[in-house]
């Protein structure tokens, strides 16, 4: 079973970097597609990045491009997101999920973390 547990999530000021880690306890979501998901304290929930299980497709939201990178390490069972140049708009609780299929879809995320909380200051 899918068991996702987020991590690296903190308190950063505008410009700095944070890498957000997803590992898989259940060792089961090597052949799962892997998303992150955040919601900005009072809005609805947006898809930011995704990668397919082998890492050749990748998603990112546009408000993220050329600043966050998606990556996975199927021998660790590990997610990672790497942010760069934060901004105060990306605060907010960031969850890991999976799902089972391409292209990634917040609604077919099968699988969800608890979050970890990103705050940016401006």
């Known amino acids: 079973q899918v068991q996702l547990v987020e991590s690296g999530g903190g308190l950063v000021q505008a410009g700095g970097t944070l890498r957000l880690s997803c590992g898989d306890s259940?060792?089961?979501?090597?052949?799962?597609?892997m998303g992150w998901v955040r919601r900005p304290l009072g809005k609805e929930r947006e898809f930011v990045a995704a990668?397919?299980?082998?890492?050749?497709?990748?998603y990112y939201t546009d408000s993220v491009k050329g600043r966050f990178t998606i990556s996975r390490d199927n021998a660790k069972s590990t997610v990672y997101l790497q942010m760069n140049n934060l901004k105060p708009e990306d605060s907010g609780v960031y969850y890991c999920?999976?799902?089972?299929?391409?292209?990634?879809?917040?609604?077919?995320?099968?699988?969800w973390g608890k979050g970890t909380l990103v705050t940016v200051s401006s």
């Open positions: 999920a999976a799902q089972d299929r391409w292209p990634p879809s917040v609604h077919d995320m099968g699988y």
């Open positions: 259940g060792r089961t979501s090597n052949n799962y597609t």
């Open positions: 990668i397919s299980w082998n890492g050749g497709s990748r």
